[in-house]
């Protein structure tokens, strides 16, 4: 086989990053893919490929005719459906296939926490409810939330959203992370009574929960949604750098 046999690293998170980094490090042919969903991503070291893969298909497509040493999905964990497709085509193509997942958020004593399946139950609940929302689901979920009068809105977003918005709102354009000092000020001086949230994990926005719990501010928040049980999956960076280089093929020149 060729040289340069690469580990596809699906990414687009601070983990995704991170694993690049260490193995470009270790001397690891590696090829990350951005789905492209933001104008300026946060590049990782090493090679980049940008844009969709044409489905399942064109995954299975890619690999073949990149002829990838192993699978690592560090996406996202509502990107849903890169991680179906990731499985599928792992299983069709006889690639070892890493899930790098981090850890959901807890509840704990201090927070309020309403748990809603998906992103429609957190919109009902919201109009039900009224009053000032801060809005922390992203730009392609925005739409979801344009029909509720009720509500004003604090949305923040990385790049603007597409869809129709609130009738009330305020936009916000930030990129994480977020320190818990800013965070509580945001939600003071907005007088935030209800905070909307994906149920992502991780420490980069962890810090709004944290200050939510502290003034006493309710929190919407949204399921992951359930993922294929194939492949290995683990948890943090070091345990996703362990399993790329104990897989015998992730070499160069193998």
């Excluded at 979801?144 to 869809?163: E, H, N, Q, Y």
């Excluded at 949230?197 to 709004?208: D, I, M, Y």
């Amino acid at each position: 086989m060729g040289a340069d046999r690469p580990v596809l690293l699906l990414g687009g998170t601070g983990e995704a990053r991170d694993l690049a980094a260490r193995l470009v490090a270790a001397d690891i042919p590696v090829v990350s893919s951005l789905a492209g969903r933001v104008a300026q991503p946060r590049l990782p070291v090493g090679e980049v490929r940008i844009g969709g893969f044409g489905g399942v298909d064109g995954l299975q497509t890619w690999l073949r005719e990149h002829d990838a040493t192993a699978i690592v999905d560090a996406t996202h964990p509502f990107a849903a459906t890169i991680t179906e497709h990731a499985a599928v085509a792992a299983h069709a193509t006889d690639i070892p296939l890493l899930r790098l997942a981090r850890p959901p958020w807890i509840a704990g004593p201090d927070d309020q926490w309403l748990t809603v399946p998906d992103m429609a139950a957190a919109a009902r609940e919201v109009g039900r409810r009224g009053g000032r929302v801060f809005l922390t689901t992203g730009r392609q979920d925005v739409g979801v939330f344009a029909g509720i009068d009720s509500a004003w809105f604090l949305i923040r977003v990385v790049d603007p959203p597409t869809a129709d918005l609130p009738t009330h709102h305020q936009l916000l354009r930030s990129r994480g992370p977020y320190d818990l000092d800013s965070e509580r000020t945001l939600l003071s001086d907005n007088q935030i009574d209800v905070l909307v949230s994906k149920n992502s994990g991780g420490e980069l926005t962890r810090a709004k929960l944290v200050a939510a719990a502290e003034l006493g501010v309710d929190v919407i928040m949204v399921q992951r949604p359930a993922e294929p049980g194939v492949g290995t999956t683990v948890h943090t960076v070091d345990d996703a750098e362990d399993w790329v280089l104990s897989q015998p093929t992730c070499r160069r020149g193998v």
